[in-house]
């Protein structure tokens, strides 16, 4: 019998949680508040109409996020890049190392 009592899987953990305390009326309060703010950032069509238009206008200038965007992303291309090449001509030259050292043990036992 110990033995199918070792094989048996146990039992998952249960979860368990019991809240200390609840407070209707400040979750109702709260709730007010956050339909109340998002009354508050609600815009007319005319608002949303200038805010397209304008980022339109800021892109077009050479400003705003996609010009930032261009010159971020040229940046860490140009990063990346010279990583690369630093990494290949490590290896090159590692490479190049052991070959000549191995070559040189090769040749003096062969002689």
């Given at each position: 019998?110990?033995?199918f009592?070792?094989?048996?899987?146990?039992?998952?953990?249960?979860?368990?949680?019991?809240?200390?305390?609840?407070?209707?009326?400040?979750?109702?309060?709260?709730?007010?508040?956050?339909?109340l703010?998002?009354?508050?950032?609600?815009?007319?069509a005319?608002?949303?109409?200038?805010?397209?238009?304008?980022s339109?206008?800021?892109?077009?200038?050479?400003?705003?996020?996609?010009?930032?965007?261009?010159?971020?992303?040229r940046?860490?291309?140009?990063?990346?890049?010279?990583?690369?090449?630093?990494?290949?001509?490590?290896l090159?030259?590692l490479?190049?190392?052991?070959?000549?050292?191995?070559?040189?043990?090769?040749?003096?036992?062969?002689?």
């Amino acid at each position: 019998m110990a033995l199918f009592k070792f094989l048996r899987t146990p039992d998952p953990n249960q979860y368990d949680y019991k809240p200390r305390f609840w407070d209707p009326e400040k979750e109702r309060i709260e709730k007010r508040l956050a339909e109340l703010e998002s009354r508050k950032h609600m815009r007319t069509a005319d608002d949303v109409k200038g805010s397209i238009s304008g980022s339109f206008k800021a892109g077009r200038r050479g400003k705003g996020s996609t010009h930032e965007y261009r010159i971020m992303r040229r940046t860490a291309h140009r990063k990346s890049n010279y990583m690369l090449l630093a990494i290949i001509l490590v290896l090159v030259l590692l490479g190049y190392a052991l070959l000549n050292l191995n070559l040189q043990r090769v040749l003096e036992f062969l002689n």
